[in-house]
């Protein structure tokens, strides 16, 4: 089924390790997103990308950094984890900003928990 | 900035009781709002949308939401809950300007339980 991948889907990492989470999707989709979800906060954007080659900062930008070399994938990396990026990691793609085209709205990954200890 | 609130961050229904999920948004002007849903250990689905069409939209499983200007809200509504609806609701903005123009603005979230 077309959607969108993430992998992996469960982590535990020491503090100061680093990794990278990948996103991809197979809908051509131009846009993509990285958000973190924590109990009671909602969801919150840490980073996005307008098309390949380029990424922005959301509203939680620092200890992340991303990539977006190819057009169907998004890559979020922790150079260096701690206990605050516990939490459950989301990567979502649409059409257009907003995902108001379509009426697809944004097509979101099932999530990766990463646990910082 | 553009924000949403969700009033009630757990909600409890008896199953077959109206089911009830407020939003209330701020802008300036008029947004396009959203209604995502999550079910447990999955990520979020759309349920449906307002795009300046009509003011009550008509999503999937049975839930629709009118689009009150007057109110500033965007409150979900499904006549007769079920078992099922179990999950957790989000109502989201689409920003209009600013640095993330475009981008959904998230409300915190609303866990919906529905008691035999």
């Known amino acids: 089924n077309a959607g969108v991948t993430q992998t992996p889907k469960f982590r535990v990492l020491k503090t100061g390790q680093s990794m990278t989470l990948l996103c991809a999707q197979d809908m051509n989709h131009e846009y993509m997103y990285w958000y973190r979800q924590d109990p009671g906060m909602g969801l919150r954007l840490i980073h996005y990308?307008?098309?390949?080659?380029?990424?922005a900062k959301g509203e939680v930008p620092d200890g992340y950094n991303v990539s977006r070399l190819k057009k169907q994938n998004f890559l979020l990396g922790l150079e260096s984890a701690a206990p605050s990026q516990t939490s459950v990691y989301f990567c979502a793609s649409s059409y257009d900003s907003g995902g108001t085209a379509y009426g697809y709205g944004y097509t979101f990954g099932s999530g990766t928990r990463l646990t910082v200890v | 900035a553009q924000s949403v609130t969700q009033l009630g961050s757990h909600v409890s229904v008896s199953e077959g009781a109206l089911v009830l999920l407020r939003c209330n948004y701020s802008s300036s002007v008029p947004p396009y709002l959203f209604w995502y849903v999550q079910y447990p250990n999955q990520g979020l689905q759309l349920l449906l949308k307002?795009?300046?069409?009509?003011?009550l939209v008509k999503g999937i499983n049975g839930f629709e939401a009118e689009f009150k200007k007057s109110e500033t809200s965007f409150h979900l509504t499904k006549p007769s809950a079920h078992m099922s609806d179990a999950a957790e609701y989000f109502c989201?903005?689409?920003?209009?300007?600013?640095?993330?123009?475009?981008?959904?603005?998230f409300g915190k979230g609303t866990k919906l339980s529905v008691k035999p």
């Open positions: 307002y795009t300046s069409a009509a003011t």
């Open positions: 990308s307008v098309g390949e080659g380029t990424t």
């Open positions: 989201a903005v689409s920003a209009l300007y600013g640095g993330s123009q475009g981008n959904l603005i």
